[in-house]
């Protein structure tokens, strides 16, 4: 029997910081933060190692490095969403969460929009292009291809300085990155979702380990 009072201990590997999209007031409703069903499915997938949160949009966007440091988190994941600009509270909370991230070596993940988000405040251009919404395609890693969900309006197709690319789509859009210096990577798929590649992209956020200082690898 577990009494009231006892306080479990922190899990050890990855505690997860997971942003969330900001659903606009109407008339009827007030504003909401939310997050995709499937993540909860993804992390379970992966026995719940580690542990995970979500993030509110914070109104002040200065609460949100301090939400993180409460939390303990090492890895933030930058969830997706609504298009860049379209709601200033989540905007504004992410950049604080990168700019926290930065100064703490902190690793991070962008999936879909956060991936456009990395690229963006790197100094790099998005393009749109509707012909990679809603269909399964193939993209080239580093010794194999794999097939991928697609979900994204807006594309890369060429790196803001300081990123490389993990995987290519055949119309040589960039479909996964890695910073250069820093622990972060993203892709443009969900691995959240079905063809996501989970095993794939679990790989490559194991491999931030060696990065941070302080986190051992598995």
Request: charged share 20%; glycine share 10%; with cysteine.
């Amino acid at each position: 029997m577990v009494e009231l009072n006892h306080v479990p201990a922190r899990p050890a590997g990855w505690r997860i910081g997971i942003t969330q999209r900001r659903i606009a007031a109407t008339s009827t409703s007030f504003a909401r933060d939310a997050l995709d069903a499937d993540w909860s499915t993804w992390f379970a997938a992966r026995g719940l190692e580690g542990s995970f949160v979500s993030i509110p949009n914070f109104a002040d966007a200065s609460h949100a490095a301090r939400y993180a440091e409460s939390w303990g988190l090492n890895l933030l994941l930058l969830s997706g969403g609504e298009d860049l600009g379209l709601s200033p509270e989540r905007d504004a909370t992410e950049d604080g969460l990168l700019a926290y991230a930065r100064r703490t070596h902190m690793p991070v993940v962008g999936v879909c929009r956060g991936m456009q988000l990395l690229h963006a405040r790197s100094g790099g251009l998005l393009l749109e292009d509707a012909g990679h919404v809603g269909y399964r395609h193939s993209v080239a890693l580093a010794t194999e291809v794999a097939h991928v969900n697609s979900w994204h309006r807006w594309v890369i197709k060429e790196l803001a300085p300081g990123w490389q690319a993990l995987a290519t789509a055949n119309d040589g859009t960039i479909e996964a990155m890695q910073h250069e210096r820093l622990p972060w990577l993203a892709t443009m798929w969900h691995p959240e979702r079905t063809d996501g590649q989970a095993d794939i992209v679990w790989q490559w956020i194991d491999n931030l380990r060696g990065l941070r200082p302080g986190l051992k690898a598995a």
